[in-house]
């Protein structure tokens, strides 16, 4: 075990403001992210990875903080045009995402594994985090709704999340990238990141040896839920559609024996009497200027 | 041979506006243009088509006219994230060119033949002008310089055609594609645009059976040089470093047999005696308003 470093299982948005919150705290350098690659897609030919973007994009400061997603002051006119020559772009991509994914591609299609291209989008952009795809291969979160199985992102973006979500399976046989199970033996703190369980941090936990690494460790979670509402996204109806409570404790139920330590927002304090290692600590990272001391708070109350 | 039925070999811009005249004289439906494909390339993962594109840009009015290329009021974001991500740039794609790339790129990969995916971006772009790759194979064009051998795109962009010509070659065995002999044949007048005859026209003459079925036709051409210059491009120092007169003279000389009607710019009316059924007609089509005048003289020549 190496002191200081941390290691965050994450997926994208809440995932990347725990990661650039603890990097402020103990400096990147000591914080590995690694990333949940499930929700990966390929459209209009390029490799779209959202949450590895998400996590650079806001580390980078490049990240439109008010949308959540892709890069601030962006434009259209690749989709504008692909649109007018009859493409199907129910996924926006902006120009200067674009340039990211055709970076990506290019260098995939020419052998690199997604870890290694990784690193080097990172280098480019500044960003000290070490950022590890959870596999470098093909692993796929398919969504079971009444309205039949979806691939992530056609029921996330296309359908809006509409469709009520009745089962979560993870498909394609995955190893872990190169470096991610001594990311976690390794780190002095692994914490999983307070991104959705079952679509963000369920995948990297479906990926080969992962489980049993966390077990060997003491992992802390960061709750998802404040106040009985996700931050962001669909994950309190999940929790009740798939037979959760629509709480903090829920999130704690399913990650069950995994998980030692539960860092619960104080508007959640109620719930710390029934969650085994619950600590009490600010969990709102919305705006970049409170999240040094989020992070701060965080380690703390994980010591 | 159907009456009014004109059919075009041809290059980018100087190709691309005696489409556009011909189009304009006797009817974009009556018009067929089999262009070039030997200066095709990938660049960051994207098939690009400079001369189809050429085309079809003009016909839709989005070329960029000044520039001679692209679209107009282009954007520049995807290259700008590109380079700050490492990527080579050397070869400038804009934002809405990219938008057609990538529709065209990917309908490729899923298995479409270049003719079917360019008559698709023809009709989305509401051009009437049927385009044709000269062949949907893989037809490149290499050109011998002093400092060896480059792939066209690498000379003409990369290098800006400053290495001295010495051979020009043309690889890959390519077939017709669907329609180009077919267009040949049943035309009533068969033209080689003013393109630059050794990089331009040249590989289209090597598609296999395409001079076999000039050879049946009449074939005129119309002159790529006026008053010893190119309207654009490097072609004057090809006929001089390629061995042949810098003139219009030197191109009928290229040509040779299988042209029988040669139409000069006035500028050029004294070579008149020397060429082959030299007919003399205005042929300068940078201004869009001429080009409908242009193209009724061309084919008035041709009668």
């Known amino acids: 075990v190496t002191p200081e470093k941390v ?4 997926g994208g948005l809440g995932g990347s403001r725990l990661v650039d919150s603890l990097a402020r705290a103990v400096g990147a350098e000591n914080v590995t992210a690694i990333v949940n690659v499930g929700d990966d897609l390929e459209f209009l030919g390029l490799r779209v990875s ?21 890069v601030r002051d962006e434009t259209y006119s690749v989709r504008a045009t692909a649109e007018s020559l009859g493409a199907d772009t129910w996924f926006t991509l902006g120009d200067r995402d674009i340039g990211l994914h055709l970076v990506r591609t290019a260098a995939l299609r020419a052998g690199d594994p997604l870890s290694t291209v990784t690193a080097r989008l990172a280098e480019q952009l500044g960003v000290r985090v070490r950022l590890l795809p959870a596999t470098d291969e093909a ?7 009444e309205a039949g199985e979806l691939d992530f992102q056609t029921w996330f973006v296309r359908h809006r999340h509409a469709d009520r979500v009745l ?6 046989e995955a190893r872990p990238a190169p470096g991610v199970l001594a990311a976690i033996e390794d780190a002095e703190h692994v914490v999983i990141a307070p991104s959705n369980p079952f679509v963000s941090v ?37 929790l009740e559609s798939l037979g959760f409570e629509r709480s903090a404790r829920g999130v704690a139920e399913y990650y069950g024996d995994l998980v030692s330590a539960f860092v619960l927002d104080p508007a959640d304090a109620a719930f710390a009497a029934d969650i085994r290692g619950a600590v009490v600590a600010p969990a709102v990272m919305v705006d970049p200027r409170s999240r040094a001391e989020v992070g701060r708070a965080v380690l703390e109350a994980l010591r």
């Open 7 to 10: 290691t965050v299982l994450c």
């Open 202 to 238: 369920g995948p990297i936990l479906a990926v080969e040896g992962v489980r049993d690494a966390l077990s060997a460790r003491r992992v802390a979670a960061v709750s998802p839920i404040i106040g009985g509402e996700a931050v962001r996204g669909p994950l309190a109806d999940m």
């Open 167 to 172: 089962g979560v399976e993870y498909r394609g």
């Open 139 to 145: 692993l796929r979160t398919f969504v079971g709704t």
């Open 50 to 70: 959202p949450d590895l973007d998400t996590v650079l994009y806001t580390l980078a400061g490049l990240l439109d903080e008010e949308r959540g997603w892709g």
